[in-house]
Nanobody, 117 residues
């Protein structure tokens, strides 16, 4: 049973920073692609950033240059460093993984990020 647990969300002023963490269990984590999605009120869920097992990264255009995704396979964790936050970054951020060699994907419960003055 794959489990993903996020932490690190909260309320921050525009221009501020937050670091999200996702701890994974129940899979050979190092082989899996990992990512972060977000869903704002009234909007569809969208990919924010993804990191492959080899360390390649993909970012949404809206966050390029501001957000950085990273992983620590020894800790079975993936992180999202978010800088220069904007009100439009507000939403529920969910951790995602796809088990290598399968089409099985899993989601965390999400952590709320609110950017407001």
């Amino acid at each position: 049973q794959v489990q993903l647990v996020e932490s690190g969300g909260g309320l921050v002023q525009p221009g501020g920073s937050l670091r999200l963490s996702c701890a994974a269990s129940g899979s050979i984590f190092s082989r899996n692609a990992m990512g972060w999605y977000r869903q704002a009120p009234g909007k569809q869920r969208e990919l924010v950033a993804l990191i492959t097992s080899g360390g390649s990264t993909v970012y949404a255009n809206s966050v390029k240059g501001r957000f950085t995704i990273s992983r620590d396979n020894a800790r079975n964790s993936v992180y999202l460093q978010m800088n220069s936050l904007k009100p439009e970054d507000t939403g529920v951020y969910c951790c995602w993984t796809e088990v290598a060699g399968t089409s099985d994907d899993y989601w965390g419960q999400g952590t709320q990020v609110t950017v407001s003055s």
